[in-house]
């Protein structure tokens, strides 16, 4: 079982809706990142969390440290948020981050 | 403005050559990484370094090397023993100062050995 799991796998959305992406990790954390990646593969870092919310614009992100568990949201989604978001974790006491698989969205017009 | 600079996005090479892809980060960041990514897998570490000439190897780091000579700069270099080096290499970047910090994550490197 990968220590950090995403899903869905793929998502396809039509625009304007809710969307709301998990990750489930096994381990204790120091911190969780939301990243998204674009077709052309760059990463750009979304949120950093260690406890509680945070909101970006339409993005918001929650994490609940006893369920090991967070959830990205957009709100009111728009075909440029078609990306893949990927969750990864900072062990507590590791300079690692380990990483889930992404989750593929596709907002069509 | 501040950021992260991989070299070249796409590259091309013969099997058995050596290859090294460039990562360079002028936001005075301590540590920097580098992490392969290929289909269908979250990113795997290759090798990190917290200082200046100082580095440690990640979870697949057989088959690159890396040097850490400026703070700026962290090259890896692809060689001929790495089985299948066909992939997407990301370089990172933060600093360390305070528990948590966010990474900066450059635009990529696309390696194709044919």
């Known amino acids: 079982k990968n220590e950090v799991e995403q899903s869905p796998q793929n998502l396809t959305a039509q625009e304007g809706e809710f969307i709301t992406i998990n990750c489930s990790y096994s381990?204790?954390?120091?911190?969780l990142h939301w990243l998204q990646q674009h077709p052309g593969g760059g990463i750009v870092s979304l949120f950093m969390?260690?406890?509680g919310k945070k909101k970006h614009g339409r993005l918001i992100a929650t994490i609940n440290i006893q369920e090991k568990h967070s959830s990205l949201h957009i709100t009111a989604s728009h075909p440029r948020d078609s990306a893949v978001y990927i969750c990864?974790?900072?062990?507590?006491?590791?300079?690692?981050?380990?990483f889930g698989k992404g989750m593929k969205l596709t907002v069509n017009p | 403005d501040g950021g992260i600079t991989q070299s070249p996005k796409y590259l091309f090479r013969k099997e058995g050559q050596n290859v090294t892809l460039s990562c360079e980060q002028n936001?005075?960041?301590?540590?920097m990484y580098w992490y392969r990514q290929d289909p269908g897998q979250g990113l795997r570490l290759i090798y990190y370094?917290?200082?200046?000439?100082?580095?440690q190897k990640g979870d697949i780091a057989e088959g690159y090397s890396v040097s850490r000579e400026k703070k700026e700069s962290f090259p890896l270099t692809v060689t001929s023993a790495q089985k299948n080096p066909t992939a997407f290499y990301l370089c990172?970047?933060?600093?360390?100062?305070?528990?948590?910090?966010?990474?900066?994550f450059g635009q990529g490197t696309r390696l194709t050995v044919v």
């Open positions: 370094s917290q200082i200046v000439n100082d580095f």
């Open positions: 936001l005075n960041h301590d540590a």
């Open positions: 990172a970047s933060r600093i360390l100062t305070g528990s948590n910090t966010e990474a900066f």
């Open positions: 969390l260690s406890s």
């Open positions: 381990v204790g954390i120091s911190a």
């Open positions: 990864a974790v900072r062990s507590s006491g590791s300079e690692k981050l380990v």
